[in-house]
């Protein structure tokens, strides 16, 4: 019993703690026109696949720890519960390290004023103007319900014959769409985003 109890505690302790995180995150976020790879950012991403490790953690320091005191239904629980939270957390870490790779080098500038942005790629030292895309891909889930749902791409074919992919690692992605034409963007799902 006291096992159950530690676990709850601990649970509780990082569950609290991880919301307090965000929380504080989100009061001192504040506006912005340019956007980069920012912690906050890729924290409310991967908030719940945190959270879900996070749990994960003190059951199977539980099941390592105690698994000669454990009935096997317990056992066979612990098992269970830690093979759940690892199938939603693993597939949101490894897509957010790809995103990761993708949206490193580039800069985005939004002008709301005139209703424009601007894509700057800091490695090659190179920018894209809104006015020089032809077409652009929005590449989403299909399942709006798991954690990897948020990460969604635009493909923007550019004039010169440029691909640039921005990422919603970078920002909404709405915030780019609504200064498009509609007839331009063509929209994609995916049933497996993470592959």
Not at 17 to 28: Q, V
Not at 61 to 90: C, D, H, Q, R, W
Not at 177 to 193: E, S
């Amino acid at each position: 019993m006291s096992l159950y109890l530690n676990l709850i505690k601990t649970l509780g302790l990082l569950v609290g703690g991880l919301y307090a995180l965000r929380f504080l995150i989100g009061l001192f976020s504040r506006r912005q026109s340019t956007f980069t790879l920012d912690f906050h950012r890729q924290f409310s991403l991967l908030f719940w696949s945190i959270l879900c490790f996070l749990v994960l953690i003190p059951l199977i320091g539980a099941l390592i720890n105690s698994a000669a005191a454990l009935l096997p239904i317990e056992t066979i629980f612990l098992i269970v519960a830690s093979t759940l939270l690892l199938s939603f957390s693993l597939p949101t870490f490894f897509l957010h390290s790809q995103y990761w790779r993708f949206s490193r080098p580039f800069l985005v500038e939004i002008d709301k004023r005139n209703e424009s942005f601007k894509i700057y790629n800091l490695q090659h030292k190179h920018f894209y103007a809104k006015e020089k895309i032809m077409r652009t891909t929005y590449t989403r889930c299909r399942s709006r319900q798991y954690f990897w749902s948020q990460y969604e791409y635009l493909t923007f074919e550019m004039t010169n014959g440029d691909k640039v992919i921005v990422t919603s690692l970078l920002l909404p992605l709405n915030q780019l769409t609504k200064f498009l034409p509609t007839t331009t963007i063509q929209t994609q799902t995916k049933t497996i985003c993470w592959l």
